[in-house]
């Protein structure tokens, strides 16, 4: 039950509210079809089927106006689960992104997001059965109990048989079924990391013309999984199968009932008819209510997952907020990954007015220091001070509103350049200054961004930093791309705002050292 809480709080408790009781209100179609079929034969047995078309088309016409109503909302439906899905993978992947040093070096990263994503899949689907379908089948099911008690109680006691023997069969199974399918989803983890250590040596399988070849042919391990797998999966089926078997045998129980009380005179030929269609859903929404449960042990199974992924967050999100960075401190600050320091300490103070060079060796952990500083890596190791306030105690989001990273990757967006530039607010007189300064032409403005070279991508990359216009600006090898004008012209900007900003620059070459008054070595 904690798992469904946990899941209620990810989506709109109003839509699913709206969705629920709109999908009660179209169960309510599921009895015309019985009820027209009992009418037409009554009235055609007493002779009055002529005099009552009326009421036919009367009943034709409300099960057409149900039908595009539900054409309407199914479409809805599938938008907001749609959306609730997008925004599900979107929370992960930001985690993912939070996480992304440790992953990227372990090669886990595709294997994390394939089986996340098949869950969100499970979760989704557990959405819809829960919230959505499970009240319309306890209200299908109450209408139709109370519908045949008016008609047969012998159907009645035999469906409470029938539903006895369900709920000892879900009793017995429930704990079996529930590790099974912890098991499959387990192996088929295994498979996919089996798969990507797999395609880790497709170099060599390649050079051996062996691209063909069964990838169990490579690797035992990968076969011993399968077998697993399939085993798992026949007991799940098998679990859930001796549900179906009751029902099935719960349905022809009732049809043989109904000809005998027919035969016996017990019930009218529009009865049996009315019975022979609406009896179905007596087996049927029990079986749906026993299979929400073994469904349910499978979305808990991913939810489960989900919470450990998402709410194990190295990152501490903090609740300080800032109006201002006036001062950064690092104090015994060592860049750790995987456990292991991979750069020397660092203690130094940060103010305004100051231009901090970031230089090392390829791996030395430069761009690290900048995601740490910046909350999208953890600090493992010493402390940083803001304002005086730890890192680790100041809001991620105020943080952010006062920093400008132009990041090692380029990145763009499908959109013209100005948008790619001014993603929020931004400094329009900057925005033309540097045109000028990178040297932006009318033609790279009109330019498609998919058509971009990685140089004018670069451009773009630094515009966005210094537009935003924030107290502190980090560069991560700005001048990678840059012709040697730009690189002179950008150096000569730099040089006239750096006593009214502070600067990190990361770079391997020497175009920045005469502006740096410290030095962060790697």
Not at 19 to 46: D, G, K
Not at 74 to 94: A, H, I, M, Q, V
């Amino acid at each position: 039950m904690n798992n469904i809480i946990f899941l209620s709080k990810k989506i709109s408790k109003k839509k699913l509210l709206f969705f629920s009781l709109l999908f009660v209100l179209l169960s309510l179609s599921n009895f015309i079809a019985p009820f027209l079929s009992s009418f037409v034969v009554t009235q055609y047995m007493e002779g009055h089927l002529s005099e009552n078309i009326k009421y036919l088309v009367i009943i034709f016409s409300i099960q057409l106006i149900f039908l595009i109503f539900r054409f309407f909302y199914e479409y809805s439906k599938s938008k907001f689960l749609f959306y609730t899905d997008f925004n599900l993978k979107s929370n992960f992947l930001g985690v993912l992104q939070e996480k992304n040093l440790t992953f990227s070096l372990t090669k886990k990263t595709g294997e994390i997001q394939y089986r996340m994503f098949n869950d969100i899949a499970t979760m989704i689907r557990g959405v819809e059965t829960f919230y959505i379908n499970t009240p319309s089948i306890l209200f299908t099911l109450m209408v139709v109990v109370f519908l045949i008690t008016r008609i047969s109680f012998l159907i009645l006691i035999f469906s409470l048989i029938m539903i006895i023997l369900l709920v000892i069969q879900f009793i017995y199974f429930q704990e079996p079924l529930k590790k099974s399918f912890e098991e499959t989803k387990r192996i088929e983890q295994e498979l996919v990391g089996e798969m990507n250590e797999h395609f880790d040596r497709i170099e060599i399988i390649q050079l051996y013309n062996k691209e063909s070849s069964s990838l169990i042919s490579f690797d035992l391990r990968f076969g011993e999984l399968i077998t697993k797998y399939l085993k798992q999966k026949k007991l799940n089926l098998l679990g859930l199968s001796f549900s179906s078997v009751i029902v099935q045998f719960w349905l022809i129980g009732i049809s043989v009932i109904s000809m005998i009380l027919l035969s016996l005179g017990e019930i009218s030929l529009g009865q049996f008819v009315f019975l022979a269609q609406i009896v179905y859903f007596l087996p049927t929404s029990v079986g749906a209510l026993l299979n929400t449960v073994w469904e349910y042990q499978d979305c808990s199974v991913s939810i489960e997952r989900y919470k450990t992924f998402t709410e194990d967050s190295q990152l501490n999100e903090g609740d300080t907020k800032i109006d201002k960075i006036e001062s950064i401190i690092f104090s015994n600050v060592e860049v750790v990954l995987n456990n292991y320091a991979v750069s020397p300490e660092i203690n130094l103070n940060v103010e305004q007015g100051d231009f901090v060079l970031i230089k090392g060796e390829n791996g030395g952990g430069k761009s690290s220091l900048i995601r740490i500083l910046s909350k999208l890596l953890p600090l493992e190791s010493g402390e940083i001070f803001i304002n005086h306030t730890e890192l680790n105690k100041v809001e991620k989001k105020s943080l952010r509103e006062h920093i400008a990273v132009a990041t090692q990757r380029s990145y763009v967006f499908q959109n013209s350049l100005e948008e790619n530039v001014f993603l929020e607010d931004g400094n329009k007189k900057v925005y033309k200054l540097m045109k000028q300064i990178l040297n932006i032409d009318s033609e790279l403005t009109q330019k498609n961004v998919r058509v971009l070279s990685g140089g004018e991508k670069q451009k773009i990359n630094l515009m966005r930093a210094f537009v935003r216009d924030r107290e502190v600006i980090i560069l991560d090898e700005p001048s990678s791309g840059l012709d040697q004008r730009a690189i002179e012209k950008l150096l000569e900007y730099l040089s006239v705002t750096k006593n009214k900003k502070i600067y990190f620059v990361v770079t391997h070459d020497n175009h920045f050292d005469k502006l740096a008054n410290k030095v962060i070595q790697l």
